[in-house]
């Protein structure tokens, strides 16, 4: 069977990358956007999916735990992988990690989520400026 001329290969590096307001409203704004990229790129659904909870999840916590104005989110796919990068321009009291809640806590999960369905992931400062950069990577 022929490969489509559409079909991307996986040497082929891609790269995306948007900024939006530090709004709890962007995080929606923010999965929609990594959902369009990735539907252009032909990424299985299964691995969108994925992808967008992680966003979700990086982009909630910077959001909520940092001082920031705006935050960056960046997305390439080489590699047979799809490599994630949230920054924020702030500084959250502690560095971002994974932690166990209590059943009775509505928040403190989103990092063992992203744990869950990433390859990897880490935390470094930001090239340029203050802040951070969380990133992950998940498998295709």
């Known amino acids: ?19 939006l307001p530090a709004l709890g409203a962007s995080v929606a704004e923010a999965r929609r956007r ?23 999840e990086l982009f909630t916590n910077a959001v909520r735990h940092t001082a920031s104005e705006l935050i960056s989110c960046e997305l390439r796919l080489a590699g047979g992988r799809v490599h994630i990068e949230v920054t924020d321009e702030g500084s959250g009291p502690t560095e971002p990690r994974q932690r166990t809640a209590h059943c009775d806590e509505e928040g403190g999960r ?8 990433s390859r990897a992931w880490g935390v470094r400062p930001p090239g340029i400026g ?10 295709l």
């Open 1 to 19: 069977m022929a490969a489509s001329q559409d079909a991307l290969p996986l040497r082929l590096e891609r790269r995306g990358a948007f900024g």
């Open 34 to 56: 990594v959902r369009t990229i990735l539907r252009e790129w032909e990424v299985a659904d299964e691995v969108r999916d994925d992808t967008e909870m992680v966003i979700s």
């Open 110 to 117: 989103g990092l063992l989520l992203v744990g869950l369905l």
């Open 130 to 139: 203050r802040g951070r950069t969380v990133w992950a990577e998940l498998a």
